[in-house]
């Protein structure tokens, strides 16, 4: 069964420190990765990754992703409390173009 | 006016009644989609259509039915709702045929609780 981990389940940081969410996936058919950011309400598209090694940037945020060792890292630098929110990855496969997410990691940021 | 509208936006119902919640959209898209989101769970793909004949499963389709009523609407439905059905509902849609696409477009949720 296709499976995308993220880790960690939640984080809580300070204002102004950096951070590093993880997300990992086993599906047999990969297409690209995606990385949204969920406030209150729906999910707002951050990246889109395809290829490995290739740095996808906005601002203070940053992913990149591993076709390797099956995984994308999103960055967040200078912390601030507008970044709190539950961040979600999700992969696309050939063929059916379902996304699969992840369980998300919930990021809190104290002032 | 939001791209991709759900209505009702919050819903407080009894076991055992029917539901249906209803979602537009003004993308042109051809794609739409029902997730649910749980605490801990993510979002999981309830049934999904690709254009208005083509209606599929998701992962967790199971006490749940949808209409795809035009390009434009796709309603969600619940025939008899049960308490586990309490959840975040989303609407999405995308487009069709783009290469590396996949992007999801949501709408702002449904929140139904079964009492």
């Known amino acids: 069964e296709d499976k995308v981990v993220q880790s960690p389940l939640s984080l809580v940081v300070h204002e102004g420190d950096t951070v590093t969410l993880n997300c990992s996936y086993e599906v047999t058919n990969f297409r690209s990765l995606l990385w949204y950011k969920q406030e209150k309400k729906a999910p707002t598209f951050l990246f889109m990754l395809?290829?490995?090694?290739i740095e996808k940037k906005s601002g203070r945020l940053s992913s990149i992703l591993d076709k390797k060792e099956l995984f994308s890292i999103l960055n967040i630098t200078a912390t601030q409390t507008g970044d709190s929110a539950i961040y979600l990855c999700a992969v696309v496969e050939f063929g059916n173009e379902k996304l699969t997410f992840g369980t998300g990691t919930r990021l809190t940021i104290i002032p | 006016d939001a791209d991709v509208t759900q209505t009702p936006r919050n819903r407080i119902t009894k076991t055992g009644k029917r539901i249906m919640l209803e979602c537009s959209q003004t993308?042109?898209?051809?794609?739409m989609y029902w997730y649910r989101q749980d605490p801990g769970l993510g979002l999981r793909l309830i049934y999904y259509?690709?254009?208005?004949?083509?209606?599929n499963k998701g992962e967790i389709s199971d006490g749940y039915s949808v209409s795809r009523q035009a390009q434009a609407k796709f309603s969600l439905s619940l025939e008899s709702a049960i308490p586990n059905q309490t959840a975040l509902y989303f609407c999405?849609?995308?487009?069709?045929?783009?290469?590396?696409?996949?992007?999801?477009?949501f709408g702002e949720g449904s929140r139904l609780t079964v009492l």
């Open positions: 993308k042109g898209h051809d794609r």
């Open positions: 395809t290829s490995s090694g």
């Open positions: 999405a849609t995308s487009e069709t045929g783009q290469p590396n696409t996949g992007e999801l477009f």
């Open positions: 259509s690709f254009d208005v004949k083509d209606i």
